[in-house]
C-alpha cells in the first residue's frame, strides 16, 4: 500500500449560534469524496446538505434541501449508501411531525433528487437508520415504538423504486428497549449490531442478531454480558476483505478505584455465522483515562485488517477529539492517533463516519465546534495518509497506547515455538474441557479439535499438514475463558 500527499483538515458551514452544520456520512466513488449532512438553521428551518469534493478537499457541488417537517433524524454512519454499481445514493433518515416515520430517499451523482417516500410500518413511531444495498433492492435498520410497546428493532426490505418487499421485527421486549447501530451482508445472512437497554439503571449490553436473507427472520442472536460501564452504541460490524466477520463493541471502567476517571476498552470479535458462534475474541484497553470515549464504527481495509474510529475525551488533550486504532488481519496494532481539527479547551471535533480512499488513506467526516467564539457548529472533513498521519512523516510503529488481554488468567505454557510437526500446550490445572483452533493470516481457521474429560495436562497437535507461516491459536474452556497465541510454523 503507497503512501499519499495530499491532506486537508478543513471545516465549513455554519458562522453563527444560529447555525449547526454537520457532515454525517461520507462515501466515495473512484476518487470523489461525497459528503451527507444537515443544517440546523433556527431562522429558516431544517435543511439536507450533500457535497461534492476532488481529493484534495476542494469543493466541486454543494447542494441544500429544506425539510419541511419540524424534526429529522439522521443516523451517522451509513444513512447515505452508495449503490452497488456506484450510480447513485440510498438515503435513510427519521422525520417527526404528528408521528414519527421513516424516509427513503434516492440521489444520483449530480446529487439530485430521484425521490423520496415515507413509510408508517410501525405508526406511531417508525425510525430508519441505516441501510445497505443487496442486489436486489437494499436493506434498513431501525427501531419502532408501537402503542403501549418499548423501544424495538425492525428490519426493512425495499426494491429500487421504494416499495416495502418485507418489514421484520427483530427485538421487542417489555421492561426494556433494543436500538440497533448497524448491518453487515456476510456469506448469505445479515449481521445486525446493537445495544440493549434494561429497565432502571442497569448498563446496556451489545447484542448481534443473524437475520434471514429471504424475510428478515432473526436466526441467531448473541448477547455480550460484559457491560463494564457506558457502553454507548452497541456492536458496529463489518465483513472484512478476506472474509473474516468482526464486530467491535466499548465499554468504559472505573481506575484505581475513581469514579471520575473512566478507562475505554475496546472489545472485537470474530464471528461464525454459518456455525453461529464467536471464533475469538481480543481485548484492547486504553493506558490514559478517556472520560466519555467510545467506538463509533469499525471499517474493513484493503490489507485484510479494519479500522476502528471513536471519540474521546482524554487527559490533556481538547474537550473532545477522535481517535483511529489500525489493526492488521490478525488484530495487531499497527497505529493509533487523535484527530481533531483545533487542539484545544472548550473545542469539539466529532466524527460520525469514515471510508478509505483509492490511495490507501482515509476520509473522516464529522463536526467542529469552538464553544469559547460561539461560532456553532460546522462541518468537519479530514484527510489521512494510510499511516494515520495529517502530513507525511512515513509508515512510523505506534505502541504503547493499546494493550490486549484475554480472559483466562493462568498464562499457557506452548513449546516448542517456532513449531514444526508437532506443539504441545501445557494447560491450567482443573481444566476438564478445551477446545483448540488455528487461525491463518488470511482469517480462515485450519484447526478446530475439542478435548473432553482431560486428564492430562498437556495437548498434542499435529501440524504436519499446515504450510508455513504465522497463526493464531485460540484456546477456549467450558466456562467461556480464553487465550490466544500467535505462534509460527517453520
Request: aromatic share 14%; proline share 2%.
Amino acid at each position: 500500500m503507497r503512501g499519499q500527499f495530499t491532506y486537508f483538515n478543513q471545516i465549513a458551514g455554519g458562522v453563527s449560534d444560529t447555525l449547526a452544520d454537520v457532515y454525517y456520512n461520507v462515501e466515495l466513488i473512484d476518487d470523489t469524496i461525497y459528503t451527507f449532512g444537515g443544517v440546523i438553521d433556527f431562522v429558516d428551518g431544517l435543511r439536507y446538505k450533500l457535497g461534492k469534493f476532488d481529493l484534495e478537499g476542494n469543493l466541486i457541488l454543494e447542494k441544500e434541501y429544506q425539510v419541511t417537517y419540524p424534526v429529522f433524524w439522521s443516523s451517522t454512519k451509513a444513512s447515505f449508501v452508495k449503490t452497488d454499481d456506484e450510480t447513485a445514493f440510498y438515503m435513510t433518515v427519521g422525520i417527526a411531525d404528528s408521528i414519527t416515520s421513516g424516509l427513503v430517499g434516492k440521489f444520483d451523482k449530480n446529487l439530485d433528487t430521484l425521490w423520496t417516500k415515507r413509510y408508517d410500518n410501525f405508526s406511531p413511531y417508525t425510525l430508519m437508520r441505516r441501510n445497505m444495498d443487496v442486489g436486489d433492492g437494499i436493506v434498513v435498520v431501525g427501531e419502532f415504538n408501537a402503542d403501549g410497546t418499548q423501544r424495538g428493532t425492525m428490519l426493512t426490505k425495499v426494491d429500487y423504486d421504494g416499495d416495502i418487499i418485507w418489514d421484520e421485527v427483530l427485538r421487542q421486549g417489555s421492561g426494556n428497549f433494543y436500538r440497533n447501530g448497524s448491518i453487515v451482508e456476510h456469506e448469505g445472512y445479515y449481521l445486525v449490531g446493537g445495544y440493549r437497554d434494561l429497565a432502571g439503571d442497569s448498563p446496556r449490553s451489545g447484542y448481534l442478531t443473524k437475520c434471514s436473507p429471504i424475510d428478515g427472520d432473526r436466526e441467531w442472536e448473541y448477547l455480550d454480558q460484559d457491560t463494564g460501564f457506558g457502553t454507548r452504541i452497541g456492536f458496529e460490524v463489518c465483513s472484512t476483505t478476506n472474509g473474516r466477520l468482526l464486530a467491535a463493541v466499548s465499554s468504559q471502567y472505573e481506575q484505581s478505584g475513581s469514579a471520575l476517571q473512566f478507562w475505554t476498552k475496546i472489545k472485537l470479535l470474530e464471528i461464525d455465522i454459518i456455525y453461529e458462534e464467536v471464533i475469538s475474541t481480543i481485548e484492547y484497553f486504553t493506558e490514559y483515562e478517556m472520560a466519555n470515549g467510545y467506538l463509533k464504527k469499525i471499517i474493513a481495509t484493503t490489507d485484510g485488517g479494519c479500522l476502528i474510529m471513536g471519540e474521546e475525551s482524554a487527559q490533556g488533550f481538547p474537550q473532545l477529539s477522535s481517535f483511529l486504532l489500525k489493526l492488521d488481519s490478525m488484530g495487531n496494532q499497527e497505529w493509533f492517533n487523535y484527530y481533531a481539527y483545533s487542539f484545544g479547551d472548550d473545542k469539539l471535533s466529532r466524527p460520525f463516519d469514515i471510508e478509505q480512499t483509492s490511495d490507501g488513506g482515509y476520509v473522516l467526516a464529522g463536526e467542529y465546534s469552538n464553544w469559547n467564539v460561539g461560532s456553532g457548529q460546522r462541518g468537519w472533513l479530514l484527510k489521512i495518509d494510510a499511516c494515520g498521519d495529517v502530513e507525511w512523516q512515513g509508515c512510523e510503529q505506534t505502541s504503547g497506547l493499546w494493550d490486549t488481554s484475554t480472559t483466562l488468567g493462568d498464562p499457557l505454557s506452548i513449546y516448542p515455538n517456532p513449531a514444526e510437526n508437532h506443539l504441545s500446550i501445557s494447560l491450567p490445572e482443573g481444566m476438564e474441557k478445551a477446545e483448540i483452533q488455528l487461525i491463518n493470516m488470511h482469517g480462515q481457521r485450519v484447526v478446530h479439535q475439542v478435548f473432553d474429560n482431560l486428564y492430562e495436562t498437556t495437548i498434542a497437535l499435529d501440524l504436519a499438514a499446515l504450510n508455513s507461516g504465522i497463526y493464531t491459536l485460540v484456546l477456549s474452556t467450558s466456562s467461556s475463558e480464553y487465550y490466544t497465541e500467535k505462534i509460527m510454523i517453520e
